[in-house]
């Protein structure tokens, strides 16, 4: 059973379009988060759900808007795509207390033609 | 503000010897946790082991083990015995009490040589 399931796994798509990524997550978790991970593999947090409030928001464009539709489920929409929102977009969740490890998932590698 | 620094962007080590990979980080929280992960080629996040910031012992997880040195701010990954599945990029994180956010350093790249 996969804990932390991300779809699609891989996303091509032309610029200016419009699309969704989807996170479910089945432990049971209070947390949920959505990370980017960069060209040079670096990993940045995009944003945070706890209980299906929005906790974390960092600096990003507003082209990005997550959803959460229940605890378990943390969707990320991303409007009018440009070249540089090409990298490999995680979702992981947590309990969300101090000493409990984020798991992730698989990753979806969004190319952006 | 947290931030982690990993000098390393590539090691490499012979299979079955030990290697330490190094992780410095900096935070105003008196309360913290630091966690590595691994990152193998096919691109899924793998968690290894956690050190709290009142732990009075380095974290042990099998062959992995972190080297805990608080006044120096430093959380060194071992790993002991190395394989050539262990072959991967390393990522060291933090996270505050309160944050519920992961701060990841750049990685270090990791090859282990039969």
């Known amino acids: 059973d996969t804990a932390v399931s991300q779809t699609p796994k891989y996303l091509v798509t032309q610029m200016g379009n419009d699309k969704s990524i989807k996170c479910e997550q089945n432990?049971?978790?209070?947390?949920m988060y959505w990370y980017k991970q960069d060209s040079k593999k670096f990993l940045k947090i995009m944003f945070s759900y706890n209980n299906k409030e929005l906790i974390i928001n960092e600096t990003v464009p507003n082209r990005f808007s997550p959803k959460s539709p229940d605890k378990a489920h943390l969707n990320l929409h991303i409007n009018s795509l440009e070249l540089g929102d090409s990298a490999v977009y995680f979702c992981?969740?947590?309990?969300?207390?101090?000493?409990?490890?984020?798991?992730f998932g698989d990753g979806t590698r969004l190319s952006i033609l | 503000a947290q931030k982690i620094t990993q000098t390393q962007p590539g090691m490499f080590v012979q299979e079955k010897e030990a290697v330490t990979l190094d992780c410095t980080y900096d935070?105003?929280?008196?309360?913290?946790?630091l966690f590595w992960y691994k990152q193998p080629s096919s691109g899924e996040m793998i968690f290894l082991i956690y050190?709290?910031?009142?732990?009075?012992q380095n974290a042990t997880e099998g062959r992995y083990s972190l080297n805990f040195q608080k006044a120096r701010k430093s959380a060194n990954l071992v790993i002991s015995a190395s394989q050539l599945g262990d072959s991967a990029m390393y990522f060291c994180a933090i996270t505050g009490a309160g944050s519920y956010q992961l701060t990841f350093g750049k990685g270090t790249k990791l090859s282990v040589i039969p």
């Open positions: 935070t105003s929280d008196p309360s913290y946790g």
């Open positions: 992981a969740s947590s309990p969300g207390h101090l000493g409990q490890p984020q798991h």
């Open positions: 050190q709290g910031s009142y732990d009075q």
């Open positions: 432990l049971g978790h209070d947390t």
